[in-house]
């Protein structure tokens, strides 16, 4: 693994070497997408990869420590955040608010990270089905891929957990809005002796993240990785550096959410102040955390990039004052050249 130690060089293997892989590889599962027999999962594959394709491209990201592993990670991470987003897409804007359809859904993400896995009945709970072998084919990828990873097999335990919790909360946070919160909390109950320093509402962000697994991966290059290695990044990542990341995803699409009467976990904050701590809070912990990790400055990057990237968003404006109050105090604690040129990326990325 590659030590990458500024901006300019990190954007420059970006667009150099993992934007063309990604473009490729994304470009054939949009074609794939195309061609699903059934209308309504048609729909749910294309509009997830319309409205959500800036997912894979921060998820590729990561491959840039490892450009000789390049066609290795970045197919192995756009076919397995697709299916995140894919999946997002049939629970979120489906008429189904079944527990047990969701989970069987997402059963074929920890079957992705397990080579050899059996293929299931994905959509055995639904009566849409005939996907022309879409979401089998992003498994069989996945699995393919992370097989050729020279230490996946010490890294596996830990990504199928945040795998699986990444499962979990997409099943509670779909169920019938009546029952959600109850459910989350009760969910809760069982992490919040393990994760003390957090809130409810903060771990459940935490689990919606899929950066964690990604880091996972590249670290799996390298054939002698250390235990304390994957602890470390497994430690920054869960709870600090994922949490940042959809804590940030959810402040942004607050007046959003309010407004379409969705669950939005910066909203159980008691007040802007105690938001802009908490957010605070997590970005301290993260910078601190990613110097211990083996290539820290790439991910002391992307502790910047996550708050360029996210507050470079155009909802990000004085039309929406609670989500500009506390955009302006987290923009400075990402001081310095590095912040501003991930600003900059970020805006012409979103244009």
Known sequence: MSELRNPWQLLYRVYRHVQPVLEREFAAWQQMAQNIPN????????????????????????AAQVIPYVETIVPLIVAYQTISDYLDNLCDRSTSLDPQDFRQLHTSMQDALTPGAPLRDYYRYRED???????????????????????????QSRVVEFSTLYSDLQVYKHIAPALRESELLKWWDQYKETYGQLYWQEFAAVTGSTIGIFALFCLATQEDVTEEEIQAVSGAYFPWLCGLHI??????????????????????????VD?????????????????????????????????????ADRKVNRNQPHIYTIAKQLLKQAKGLPSLLFYVNSLLVRR
């Open 39 to 62: 209308p309504e999962l048609r729909k749910q594959a294309l509009d997830s990869m319309h409205t959500k394709k800036f997912h894979c491209q921060g998820g590729s990201v990561y």
């Open 247 to 272: 804590l940030l995803d959810y402040l942004i699409d607050l007046e959003e959410d309010r407004l379409g009467g969705d669950l939005n976990f910066v909203s159980y904050y008691d007040s802007d």
């Open 275 to 311: 938001a802009t701590a908490r957010l605070q809070f997590f970005i301290k912990q993260a910078k601190a955390s990613v110097k211990r990790l083996p290539n820290s400055s790439f991910h002391r990057m992307i502790v910047d990039g996550l708050i360029a990237f996210y507050l």
């Open 129 to 155: 089905r005939d996907d022309g072998g879409y979401l089998a084919s992003l498994v069989q990828t996945c699995q393919k891929h992370a097989a050729q990873l020279p230490a996946y097999a010490r890294i």
